[in-house]
């Protein structure tokens, strides 16, 4: 077992928090990331092909492109990261949701928490 390895089952949980949230498109989705990684909100983020959402808004059925991104941190910072990525939003009502996550890999939970500490 690797120092990393070892070092995250010593009494130290596995858990990180994973934010999804999508955006009008791939450039805005790439400044959130960038923003959320210098303030140190985040430790990395995936961001997903384009995805074409359907949903009623204002009495009204829409069909629009958006761009998927999954941020992932610690839970000490999932609620911070959650309200920076909706005020950095152009949406009046973003989709911004925590998602229930269990357990992580004890190396890459070491991981994000020392890249959001």
């Known amino acids: 077992m690797s120092w990393v390895v070892t070092m995250a089952h010593k009494g130290a949980k596995n ?3 994973l ?3 999508v955006f009008p498109t791939a450039g805005e989705g790439h400044d959130v990331c960038r923003k959320l990684l210098s303030e140190g909100l985040i430790a990395c983020a995936n961001r997903f092909p384009m995805v ?3 949903f009623r808004w204002e009495g009204e059925i829409e069909a629009k492109e958006e761009h998927p ?4 941190t610690s839970p000490a910072k999932a ?4 309200q920076r990525i909706a005020a ?3 949406y009046k009502v973003p989709a ?3 998602l229930s996550n269990e357990e992580a890999f004890p190396a890459y939970a070491a991981w994000v928490a020392s890249e959001t500490a």
């Open 15 to 17: 858990d990180i928090a």
């Open 19 to 21: 934010i999804y949230a």
């Open 52 to 54: 074409i959402s359907h």
């Open 69 to 72: 991104v999954l941020f992932k």
């Open 79 to 82: 609620e911070a990261a959650m």
């Open 88 to 90: 950095l939003h152009r």
């Open 96 to 98: 911004v949701l925590r």
